[in-house]
């Protein structure tokens, strides 16, 4: 030990994060049990590194006692006084013990100690950061693709991206920059594992807080969003202020911030739903691009009964339904869509929007 050996303890500290004093601590802790172990010594002993010099020194200590038992851990009232007439009963005296050879044991026992220290502490930075970036984007680069997971390199550790997880119509190719969305990190004896996905519908919002000012702002908020990762998407926004369009803000000038969404997505469709606090204008704003000319409303069953024109009709309901179903998991309603000439004859009409086009954006 020597003050090369203090200076790395030092430099460690600042470029791992690493207390310097938890390092020395546990090199101490660990030279103890070396100290134990190599000399079959059954001593009460300290062990202490001089943070100023780096010399250590080995102390066998005793308890003052009236009468005594043990004498690797104890010593007389008598004993002790004769070297101090301070020292009482309880008093605790130390003697040096520092077996010459001990240099070359405590040497290889301080760099594992501080190669562990270093691991766990790094894993347990890792961790933190990590777990605080939970529902959060990240970027990686992928490393490998084994029996379906990929593994992905985000710089400080590797993540996982599931085959569960994963979006059925992408190709993943070894080497490609990647974003993902954080869904859990755990903490497991091998370090942090990182989960991540693609089909998460918290990826678009994401998404759309990095590429929309206003909703990063607060002006727009994101109230909705139903997704089937790789085919289509619905998502309903709000405007706080009244001199911004909700719609018009995610869609951007020429179409470039929904389009750049898209393109990371991989053609992935996605409607932008003007929100309303009127369910009828809000359901019939979810079947956008359809037409809608009447929704009528269950509040009991949480059903709405929606009239469409003949030739909206297929449109409303989408390729196998998704239209639809997408409408319906985003507004939380059940969605009756029936055709104007199939649907029955009423005279009060709950709502009409025949000839709006209901200022959603869809691309």
């Not at 990929?150 to 974003?179: H, V």
């Not at 969404?261 to 704003?285: F, H, P």
């Not at 059940?334 to 005279?347: C, L, N, R, V």
């Amino acid at each position: 030990m020597n003050i090369d050996f203090i200076e790395a303890i030092h430099d460690i500290e600042k470029e791992k994060g690493v207390s310097s004093d938890i390092l020395f601590e546990a090199i101490e802790q660990a030279l103890l049990s070396a100290y134990k172990k190599n000399f079959g010594s059954s001593q009460n002993a300290r062990v202490h590194i001089d943070r100023a010099t780096g010399e250590f020194i080995v102390f066998s200590r005793k308890e003052v006692v009236e009468e005594v038992m043990d004498e690797n851990a104890e010593i007389s009232l008598k004993d002790a006084q004769e070297i101090n007439l301070k020292y009482e009963i309880g008093d605790i005296l130390e003697f040096e013990v520092t077996p010459r050879n001990f240099g070359r044991i405590a040497a290889q026992t301080a760099k594992q100690v501080v190669v562990q220290r270093i691991r766990e502490a790094e894993r347990g930075i890792i961790y933190e950061e990590y777990l605080n970036r939970e529902n959060d984007i990240v970027t990686g680069q992928i490393q490998r693709i084994e029996s379906g997971n990929i593994f992905i390199d985000l710089g400080k550790t590797e993540a996982i991206l599931a085959s569960s997880e994963q979006i059925p119509s992408e190709n993943y190719l070894q080497n490609e920059r990647i974003k993902a969305y954080v869904l859990e990190v755990k903490n497991t004896p091998k370090g942090p594992q990182i989960l991540l996905s693609r089909t998460h519908p918290g990826l678009l919002k994401r998404l759309f807080e990095l590429e929309v000012p206003e909703i990063h702002d607060g002006i727009v908020e994101i109230k909705s969003i139903a997704r089937e990762a790789g085919s289509r998407s619905k998502i309903s926004v709000h405007s706080n202020d009244e001199n911004v369009d909700p719609v018009g803000a995610c869609v951007g000038p020429k179409g470039m911030r929904v389009q750049t969404i898209v393109n990371e997505l991989n053609g992935e469709k996605v409607d932008i739903v003007r929100y309303s606090n009127d369910q009828i204008k809000y359901v019939a704003n979810a079947l956008s691009p359809a037409k809608v000319i009447e929704v009528k409303i269950n509040e009991t069953d949480k059903v709405a009964k929606v009239t469409v024109p003949d030739y909206q009709l297929s449109l409303a309901i989408g390729k196998e339904g998704q239209n639809a179903r997408l409408a319906a998991k985003l507004t939380n309603w059940k969605i009756d869509i029936k055709s104007q000439s199939a649907a029955p004859k009423d005279e009060e009409i709950v709502a009409e929007y025949l000839d709006d086009d209901l200022t959603n954006g869809t691309l």
